[in-house]
Nanobody, 125 residues
Framework: QVQLVESGGGLVQAGGSLRLSCVASGRTFNTYPMAWFRQGPGKEREFVAARSWSGLSTYYADSVKGRFTISRDNAKNTVYLQMNSLKPEDTAVYYC??????????????????WGQGTQVTVSS
C-alpha cells in the first residue's frame, strides 16, 4: 500500500512560481511511475506531468510544457512539480498519483492506483 501526501499549494500572482511536493509512504515507491494531475472548477481531472520510476522518461501536457518540471528524489520518497510562469488557467486542485506498473499511457487517469488528497493552487491575474 502507498499513501501520498501533497503540499506546497497556495495563492500566487500570474507569472509567479510554486513548487509542489508529494511524499510517499511505502518501500516500493522507487519502482512506481509517478504523475501529477489537476482538476479545475467545473472541469474533469486532467493530466499535467509524469515521470518513470527511473527518471529516464518524462511526459508533459502541452499546456504546461516549458513551464512545469516534474522531478523525483527516490531517497526521500518524494516527487516534485516545479511550476513557473503560472497563469490564471493553472488554477486547480493538484493531485499526486502513483501506479504499480508502467502499462498504459502515462496520461490516463484510470491507470493510476494511488492518489493524494490534493493541494489547491490559485493563480490571480
Amino acid at each position: 500500500q502507498v499513501q501520498l501526501v501533497e503540499s506546497g499549494g497556495g495563492l500566487v500572482q500570474a507569472g509567479g512560481s510554486l513548487r509542489l511536493s508529494c511524499v510517499a509512504s511505502g518501500r516500493t515507491f522507487n519502482t512506481y511511475p509517478m504523475a501529477w494531475f489537476r482538476q479545475g472548477p467545473g472541469k474533469e481531472r486532467e493530466f499535467v506531468a509524469a515521470r518513470s520510476w527511473s527518471g529516464l522518461s518524462t511526459y508533459y501536457a502541452d499546456s504546461v510544457k516549458g513551464r512545469f518540471t516534474i522531478s523525483r528524489d527516490n531517497a526521500k520518497n518524494t516527487v516534485y512539480l516545479q511550476m513557473n510562469s503560472l497563469k490564471p488557467e493553472d488554477t486547480a486542485v493538484y493531485y499526486c498519483a502513483a501506479r504499480r506498473t508502467g502499462v498504459g499511457g502515462p496520461a490516463a487517469v484510470e491507470t493510476y492506483d494511488y492518489w493524494g488528497q490534493g493541494t489547491q493552487v490559485t493563480v490571480s491575474s
